[in-house]
């Protein structure tokens, strides 16, 4: 089993930037898929982004595509979200999440695939 925690969350004007860190510990993140939710008041979890184990293929959402990059240093056992270029509609709580099993790209996608999640990190983009 891994335990995930998030961090970086925070206030930042449209058109900043910010970067939320998770942190797994446990088994070596490098054996994980890993992937970034989120979930704005009133509404449903959505996919974010997504980073395949071994390979480090990444997954992005059409809303957040040359905007976010996802990045993993195996070394810390640490999963990057960089967000650039930060819109009001970005704002939400960040969930990290993690799965063992070997996934399909498009399985990344669905929060029902990981067994494995974060308390959450805010994210508050002012306009």
């Known amino acids: 089993q891994v335990h995930v925690t998030e961090s970086g969350g925070g206030l930042v004007q449209a058109g900043g930037s910010l970067r939320v860190s998770c942190v797994g510990s446990g088994r070596t993140f490098s054996s994980y898929d890993m992937g970034w939710f989120r979930q704005a008041p009133g509404k449903e979890r959505e996919f974010v982004a997504a980073i395949k184990r071994f390979s480090n293929i990444e997954v992005y959402a059409d809303s957040v595509t040359g905007r976010f990059t996802i990045s993993r240093d195996s070394a810390t056992n640490t999963v990057y979200l960089q967000m650039n270029n930060l819109r009001p509609e970005d704002t939400a709580v960040y969930y990290c999440?993690?799965?063992?099993?070997?996934?399909?790209?498009?399985?990344?996608?669905?929060?029902?695939?990981?067994?494995?999640w974060g308390q959450g990190t805010a994210v508050t983009v002012s306009s």
């Open positions: 999440a993690a799965v063992t099993a070997a996934t399909a790209i498009p399985d990344l996608r669905e929060s029902a695939t990981y067994p494995y």
